[in-house]
Nanobody, 115 residues
Framework: QAQLVESGGGLVQPGGSLRLSCAASGSIFSRYNMGWYRQAPGKQREWVASITTSDTTKYADIVKGRFTISRDNAKNTMYLQMTNLKPEDTAVYYC?????????WGQGTQVTVSS
């Protein structure tokens, strides 16, 4: 059974940066496409970015140019480098492993952007 554990969240001022990590276990990480999602209070969970097994990346328009998704298959870990953070980026950030039934999600890590 695959498990995902996010880390790296915290409180940051507007304009600041954070790097989130998603550590995978229980599956062959390199075989799966992966994604980041987020959910702000009172809002639906939304897709942020995804990365394929061949390192092709896609981003939601609202984070394009500010966030960078990457993966290190040797460490079974996916990352989300976030720069120029805005208050509207405040949310719980989740990682997801695609292609399994049921879906595999992490427990989330809180990111708060506030002065």
């Amino acid at each position: 059974q695959a498990q995902l554990v996010e880390s790296g969240g915290g409180l940051v001022q507007p304009g600041g940066s954070l790097r989130l990590s998603c550590a995978a276990s229980g599956s062959i990480f390199s075989r799966y496409n992966m994604g980041w999602y987020r959910q702000a209070p009172g809002k639906q969970r939304e897709w942020v970015a995804s990365i394929t097994t061949s390192d092709t990346t896609k981003y939601a328009d609202i984070v394009k140019g500010r966030f960078t998704i990457s993966r290190d298959n040797a460490k079974n870990t996916m990352y989300l480098q976030m720069t120029n953070l805005k208050p509207e980026d405040t949310a719980v950030y989740y990682c997801r492993q695609y292609g399994t039934v049921p879906d595999v999600w992490g427990q989330g890590t809180q990111v708060t952007v506030s002065s």
